[in-house]
């Protein structure tokens, strides 16, 4: 089956606009998860959707912010990029959520802020 | 908040020789999850521990979590070159408002 699908795959940004990122989870998972991966702070848990509704959030500001669709896809924005939003976004489905059971992780998205 | 300590951050190892890295919690812990990143890749699920003294194996793969669930192990025998990547442990706090808490992961050299 296909696997985990993020777009776009790069993105090169200016301070101050905002970005939306895209996750469309394995189908017939109904969990999906966002991570931010820096080579400084590592990986660390944005938030955790599951069947539309926000289960999980780690410690970002309120700049972050996501949602899931109906069929489980997924999106995160991010308002008012700065320069330390530079990373890779990841995201991960599972059946019964990140914290529980087997995820599977997308490509990543590689965010750039100029 | 929850803290979660892995060690070493580094490692390079003659192929045929053992790797261990270890994940030390501040707090109990609900389970805890493994997973390898390959140069480039993505994070990969290894394995999920949730029973204390739990002790799982896969190939020359072995996984422990401690008795007072705050602790967990990762340790590779013969370490071959296609297990270069680093091993992440990904930890998941108990009690009602639950978080997970990756491990800055330990990076994985096997020089052939």
């Known amino acids: 089956k296909a696997g985990v699908t993020q777009t776009p795959r790069y993105l090169i940004k200016t301070r101050g606009q905002q970005v939306t990122l895209s996750c469309s989870p394995i189908?017939?998972?109904?969990?999906v998860s966002w991570y931010q991966q820096t080579p400084g702070q590592g990986l660390q848990f944005l938030f955790e959707y599951f069947s539309e509704t926000q289960r999980n959030k780690g410690n970002f500001p309120g700049r972050f912010s996501g949602r899931q669709f109906s069929n489980s896809r997924s999106e995160m924005n991010v308002s008012t990029l700065e320069l330390g939003d530079s990373a890779l976004y990841l995201c991960?489905?599972?059946?019964?959520?990140?914290?529980?059971?087997?995820?599977?992780f997308g490509q990543g998205t590689r965010l750039t802020v100029v | 908040g929850q803290q979660v300590m892995q060690i070493p951050q580094y490692q390079h190892v003659q192929e045929g020789e053992d790797f261990t890295t270890y994940c030390n919690s501040s707090t109990t812990l609900s389970n805890i999850q493994w997973y390898k990143q390959r140069p480039g890749g993505h994070p990969v699920f290894l394995i999920q521990l949730v029973k204390s003294g739990e002790v799982k194996k896969q190939k020359r793969l072995t996984f422990q979590f401690g008795e007072a669930k705050k602790n967990s192990s990762l340790h590779i025998t013969a370490t071959q070159t296609t297990d270069v990547g680093t091993y992440f442990c990904?930890?998941?706090?108990?009690?009602?408002?639950?978080?997970?808490?990756f491990g800055s992961g330990t990076q994985l050299t096997v020089l052939p």
């Open positions: 189908s017939g998972h109904r969990s």
């Open positions: 990904a930890a998941v706090s108990s009690g009602s408002a639950r978080q997970l808490t």
């Open positions: 991960a489905s599972s059946w019964g959520g990140q914290m529980n059971t087997e995820a599977f």
